[in-house]
């Protein structure tokens, strides 16, 4: 594999946090690499860790010790601003709960992320159609979340989180609060979305359904990664 190819890189990654004066381990040593355009999925039992590790993947959280490092550079080495920055530009994230704006339409809760990375208005606008018009819903671009139902407020979230064109997708549970046959079209979405765009995606999820449909699978067990 050649360095290049390495998008993230994980080095002796540990995190801890102090409940009521006792230190509880909660990632302990991980050490793995993710290359551009893989899919990898991460799963584990509840509190094994996995989305403590999505947030420090996603530079939500830091680690207590360890490295991450994106394409070479080592994330919590940047300041703030910096971060913060990065974050927005070459990011996206999608959580089990849409988190979407209830009192914005779904083309202006697409927008958002363009607007806030400082695109003008027109152009956010045109990239949030084509997105709407890419998950399938471009007739519903001037409803609010509310007039949506679950699938569809999941879809707009991914067209969300895909506006500003990021290198990594970060994914929390995305089907984890839908039926099966609305689950099974986000499946299909991301693929879709993978054979478009070659997005490197981190999915982490109790469905084995679809981290079977993954290039690889994370298992984590107490806060150490174990053959899947």
Do not use: W
Not at 2 to 11: G, H, K, R, T
Not at 13 to 37: H, M, Y
Request: with cysteine; hydrophobic share 45%; glycine share 10%.
């Amino acid at each position: 594999m050649a360095q290049s190819d390495v998008l993230v890189e994980i080095q002796g990654l540990e995190k801890e946090f102090r409940v009521n004066g006792t230190v509880v381990q909660v990632l302990r040593g991980l050490d793995f690499s993710i290359t551009r355009a893989e899919r990898v999925a991460v799963v584990g039992e509840s509190g094994s860790g996995k989305t403590t590790l999505m947030h420090i993947l996603g530079t939500l959280d830091k680690p207590s010790r360890g490295k991450c490092l994106f394409a070479g550079t080592d994330m919590f080495a940047l300041k703030a601003a910096q971060l913060d920055a990065f974050r927005n530009r070459h990011m996206g994230f999608v959580f089990q709960f849409h988190q979407l704006l209830g009192e914005f339409s779904a083309l202006e809760n697409i927008m958002l992320p363009a607007l806030i990375g400082g695109s003008r208005r027109a152009q956010a606008k045109a990239q949030a159609q084509v997105l709407l018009e890419q998950v399938g819903l471009a007739h519903r671009g001037a409803h609010k979340p509310g007039q949506l139902s679950g699938g569809e407020q999941q879809r707009v979230a991914i067209a969300r989180a895909l506006v500003l064109r990021p290198q990594i997708l970060i994914a929390d549970e995305p089907t984890g609060n839908l039926d099966s046959v609305t689950s099974a079209g986000i499946y299909a979405l991301l693929e879709d979305l993978h054979a478009e765009y070659g997005l490197t995606m981190v999915v982490v999820t109790h469905n084995m359904d679809l981290a079977a449909r993954m290039d690889r699978v994370l298992q984590l067990q107490d806060g150490v990664l174990t053959p899947a």
